[in-house]
């Protein structure tokens, strides 16, 4: 009997659906692909850990991490080329909690972490404002660039700033 190993997973998806625009769901072939799998992709593709590194955060053999990277790029390869619904659920995992969000104060401009699995903080930490942000964007439409925070209702310009004349 082959024993699995539990795989460290630091980050949940904000996301379990990806599908193409326009087709409903109920007409589309689904691709399960596990958390733990979109862990490996994370870790190598998007973080671009190196894959030995990746496999000690994730608690497994660098050939385990390889054949689940290898699984994943081709399950993520085949909903894209193919136009298919991808469903992320499942796996055998452990969540390491490792995984953190910034948030910054609007009014005091602190930033700081909290771990990804926790509620979103209603005050900042350092002047109790309740105008905080998460670094990136917050879900609600305003993000924080580096001019500021904007909004896509108000274009590319900062949300505050003034519109010039000429």
């Not at 108000?154 to 505050?160: C, F, L, P, S």
Request: glycine share 8%; net charge positive; charged share 30%.
């Amino acid at each position: 009997m082959v024993r699995k190993v539990k795989r460290r997973v630091s980050c949940l998806p904000k996301a379990t659906y990806y599908k193409p625009r326009e087709i409903p769901l109920c007409d589309l072939e689904i691709i399960n692909l596990s958390v733990e799998e979109l862990e490996a992709i994370r870790l190598c593709d998007l973080l671009q850990i190196a894959q030995d590194e990746a496999a000690d955060q994730m608690g497994i053999s660098r050939k385990t991490f390889w054949n689940d990277l290898q699984k994943a790029r081709q399950k993520v390869a085949d909903a894209l080329v193919n136009g298919k619904a991808i469903q992320i659920s499942g796996g055998d995992y452990v969540n390491s909690g490792v995984c953190k969000v910034e948030f910054l104060c609007q009014k005091c401009n602190h930033l700081w972490e909290t771990p990804c699995n926790e509620k979103r903080p209603e005050n900042c930490p350092k002047c109790g404002s309740e105008s905080i942000y998460r670094k990136g964007g917050d879900g609600r439409g305003k993000r924080h660039t580096e001019r500021g925070f904007c909004c896509p209702k108000h274009g590319d310009r900062a949300v505050g700033d003034q519109e010039e004349s000429v």
